[in-house]
């Protein structure tokens, strides 16, 4: 039985939590590399890349559309899927849509305690940002702590338990912060292909979902993230401009995240979360039931 997820260029703090997760919490289960089961768990991985014949568990995934969503037929099962939205896309029982499965964090007990705070504000990019940017230059001129998606997962759970507010561009960076009871404000990716499975995560937690707008922190992020082709004029003048057109670009960035640090944050409630996190632990052990009964 295979844990599949998505392995970026770099390490990335939602993806990871996969690897940092499942063994914590059901660690009877057993993976290997034999695909003729494939666990679906964290992530927008719902797609139709999968060997047909392949049988698909859905642990709390969702669908993102960046490929094709599949034909669900009998390979597919479904314990419960991030959103309501990745429910209607599929075609799904909605009772189905829960929440993302990082709600899950919440079954280790230690994450609940409460600890000092060291930060008013963390900002937390997206780890695409972290790549092409200059992040931690901007949110240093902003005084504002980083949190590097691209770093060790303990590192980030540390310091988003020390964290008052988090204003995020990841958004496992959300999800995280509001199961750990840490307000959070959204900021629009700086790529356009994420905003789908914001909402229906947003959805899942009843939230409303309003982000600002921080654009980017250096005119090279700006060219990678966006869908200019390689040939387009302004890409070209942008590569040879940047040095006189960056500091502006940061400027505006440290200006910007500046005015949304002091903007009111996001948090569900307390019974939603509550009550989501007892859904999600429910779905989880009828996922281990079933395992038990050598059902995969």
């Known amino acids: 039985m295979f844990l599949y997820y998505f392995k970026a260029s770099v390490s990335n703090f939602g993806d990871e939590l996969n690897a940092w997760l499942w063994q914590q919490i059901m660690p009877e289960v057993k993976f290997d590399e034999d695909q003729s089961t494939v666990v679906l768990p964290i992530g927008s991985i719902i797609q139709d890349t999968f060997p047909t014949t392949s049988r698909k568990i859905v642990l709390g995934s969702g669908y993102g559309g960046y490929a094709p969503k599949p034909t669900v037929d009998k390979t597919w099962s479904f314990y419960f ?71 060790d997962v303990d590192h980030i759970l540390d310091e988003l338990r020390a964290t008052e507010v988090l204003v995020t ?30 909402m229906d995560w947003c959805r899942s937690m009843n939230l409303g979902y309003e982000p600002d707008k921080i654009g980017p922190s250096t005119t090279m992020e700006w060219v990678k993230l966006t869908n200019i082709s390689p040939n387009h004029l302004a890409r070209r003048v942008t590569r040879r401009a940047g040095w006189i057109v960056d500091p502006f670009v940061r400027a505006s960035a440290i200006k910007q995240l500046k005015r949304i640090a002091k903007l009111k944050p996001s948090l569900s409630s307390d019974a939603i979360c509550v009550q989501r996190t007892e859904q999600a632990l429910e779905r989880l052990q009828l996922f281990r039931d079933d395992y038990a009964k050598g059902g995969f």
């Open 81 to 151: 899927v991030r959103g309501p939205q990745t429910a209607e896309v599929l075609g799904i029982d909605p009772k189905l849509a829960i929440t993302d499965a990082a709600i899950l964090l919440r079954a280790r007990a230690e994450l609940l305690n409460t600890r000092p705070k060291k930060h008013a504000v963390s900002f937390m990019p997206h780890w695409e940002s972290v790549l092409y940017g200059s992040w931690r230059e901007i949110a240093d001129g902003a005084g504002v702590n980083i949190i590097d998606p691209t770093g």
């Open 169 to 198: 561009e990841a958004m496992h960076g959300a999800i995280v912060a509001d199961a750990l009871r840490v307000p959070w404000i959204p900021v629009v990716p700086t790529g356009p292909a994420h905003r789908f499975k914001w």
